[in-house]
């Protein structure tokens, strides 16, 4: 069974269990010696395994209200029991945003844009000034042109996060996919103890010029360490595809790529050419 930990969906908590016992007698000791006292060793182990699953329908749709009746886990062919089921739909989050400042992000107002869209991604979220037992959620933010820069580490402090988001200005190429499997590591690190669900939201044009590692392979990164990933892009009307200006062209191809890319990893692609789309994808994002 192969699942990711999704932050638009309910998190499913699956406690598996299996207990080996082995009991080990001493060998035969020879005739010549007196038979000693049958003594027994005994060793067990049982085995805890967490297991976190995103369900969606064949439409995509995510699925909740799930119990644990509605899952079969099985291991090499041999069903396991599941020993506790937690359906958790108001989790802590902690989200890294992650800013494309490539030189093409000067076109129009898409940096403007992607700014306000990580906005209405924060107004959604549990943050507050001051202490941060106060506040269940954290954020973070990065940018990246070909290299991946620090703007703000977690935390729970809105105007932190906004002074932040004043630094990111746009120059250089694009490592796009390089970027996001960097920031899937950043985020998975955590204390022990903290159970805050994690994901990485990347505000882009979409557009990667320089990235050494494949889309597959930042999936392949993101769901190993349980880590989805969120892609919003923000387009002009004519890269829109699907809406009435849209136009073919490549921008299709790209967001092909990049929905597959965060699919694999439990998150979703937005595409965004309005104010209206931004505050749809972000509500989806923190629902």
Do not use: W
């Not at 207990?19 to 005994?42: E, N």
């Not at 403007?112 to 959604?124: C, K, M, N, Y």
């Not at 889309?215 to 919003?232: L, R």
């Amino acid at each position: 069974m192969k699942a990711c930990r999704h932050l638009s969906t309910t998190a499913l908590v699956l406690l598996l269990m299996a207990g080996v016992t082995r009991a080990q007698s001493p060998a035969t000791p020879p005739p010549s010696q007196a038979p000693a006292a049958p003594r027994s060793t005994f060793r067990s182990a049982v085995d805890l395994v967490s297991v976190a699953a995103v369900v969606r329908d064949k439409h995509g749709r995510f699925v909740r209200g799930l119990h644990k009746e509605d899952f079969i886990v099985e291991e090499a062919g041999r069903s396991r029991s599941i020993e506790q089921f937690q359906a958790d739909d108001d989790a802590d989050v902690r989200a890294a945003l992650l800013f494309d400042v490539s030189g093409s992000m000067r076109i129009s107002t898409r940096l403007d844009e992607a700014r306000q869209a990580a906005r209405h991604v924060l107004a959604a979220m549990r943050l507050s000034e001051g202490s941060a037992s106060s506040s269940k959620d954290e954020a973070a933010v990065f940018s990246f042109d070909m290299n991946l820069q620090s703007l703000q580490p977690f935390t729970a402090s809105p105007g932190a996060i906004e002074s932040a988001l004043s630094r990111v200005s746009p120059y250089g190429q694009t490592s796009l996919y390089d970027a996001i499997a960097q920031t899937a590591r950043r985020v998975a690190e955590r204390a022990p103890g903290d159970r805050r669900r994690r994901a990485v939201i990347v505000f882009t044009d979409g557009v990667d010029t320089s990235s050494e590692m494949t889309p597959d392979q930042v999936a392949a990164v993101a769901s190993a360490i349980d880590v989805p990933v969120y892609v919003v892009t923000v387009v002009a009307p004519l890269d829109h595809a699907g809406t009435r200006d849209a136009v073919d062209g490549m921008a299709s191809q790209r967001d092909s790529v990049l929905r597959t890319l965060a699919r694999l990893t439990g998150g979703e692609l937005f595409v965004t050419s309005a104010p209206a789309h931004e505050s749809l994808a972000a509500r989806q994002i923190v629902d």
